[in-house]
């Protein structure tokens, strides 16, 4: 069965500054799709960032980027110039062909003015 | 606003009762799926309909049970309510079945079982 970890209960991060969010996944599967989901305090999940398996390209998106290591199978978010506004918890998910979603732990980021 | 609505927002009610949670996905989605988010367990994947047919099963109790009408909206039945079945229940709709696909999630419904 698939699995995915989030290793960082908690992280903190200076406005403005960088920070990068780790998730590892296990799978046997070779056509699988990554996600990263955003909680703010609303409670409302949203899409920040997708990967394909089968792209070698890093996705990106605006301020967010990732880093997908297929061999280690880990799936790291970039979050570049913070901002008060990215304060949340964050979701690492993995799904396969079948659909469902599979999600880590989560990672709640603070952001410091 | 992702286009999925889910009512109620919030419901409180007693041990033993049952209720229904309402989802309407973004116009033109055939696939719906619902997800418990809970202290405990995390965000878990409960059931998977496309296009009034289910489609998969997780970690979903027998005194669940769910289903899509023909207007694709999704209705989640939770019965014998338990104080463990508190959580926040999501919604999430796609395009189609697969992997490719995005799902875009409601805003849920937070359940309160006393």
């Known amino acids: 069965a698939q699995t995915v970890t989030q290793s960082q209960p908690e992280m903190s991060v200076q406005e403005a500054e960088t920070v990068t969010l780790s998730c590892t996944y296990d799978t046997s599967e070779s056509d699988y799709y990554l996600f990263w989901y955003k909680q703010p305090p609303s409670r409302q999940m949203i899409l920040v960032i997708r990967?394909?398996?089968?792209?070698?390209q890093n996705a990106t998106e605006n301020r967010f980027s990732v880093n997908f290591q297929k061999a280690a199978k880990s799936f790291s978010l970039k979050i570049s110039d913070s901002q008060l506004g990215d304060a949340a918890m964050y979701f690492c998910?993995?799904?396969?062909?079948?659909?469902?979603?599979?999600f880590g732990q989560g990672t709640t980021l603070q952001v410091k003015p | 606003d992702s286009g999925v609505t889910q009512t109620p927002k919030h419901l409180i009610t007693a041990t033993g009762q049952r209720v229904t949670l309402r989802c309407s996905p973004r116009?033109?989605?055939?696939?719906v799926y619902w997800y418990q988010q809970s202290l405990d367990q995390g965000l878990q994947f409960l059931i998977q309909?496309?296009?009034?047919?289910?489609?998969a099963k997780g970690n979903i109790l027998e005194r669940f049970s769910a289903q899509q009408f023909p207007d694709l909206h999704s209705e989640l039945n939770l019965s014998s309510l338990e104080l463990g079945d508190s959580a926040l229940y999501f919604c999430?709709?796609?395009?189609?079945?697969?992997?490719?696909?995005?799902?875009?999630f409601g805003p849920g419904t937070r359940l309160l079982v006393l």
């Open positions: 309909y496309y296009n009034g047919e289910e489609r």
């Open positions: 990967q394909e398996a089968y792209k070698q």
């Open positions: 998910a993995y799904r396969s062909g079948l659909g469902k979603l599979i």
């Open positions: 999430a709709s796609s395009p189609r079945e697969g992997g490719r696909e995005t799902q875009y």
């Open positions: 116009s033109g989605d055939l696939s």
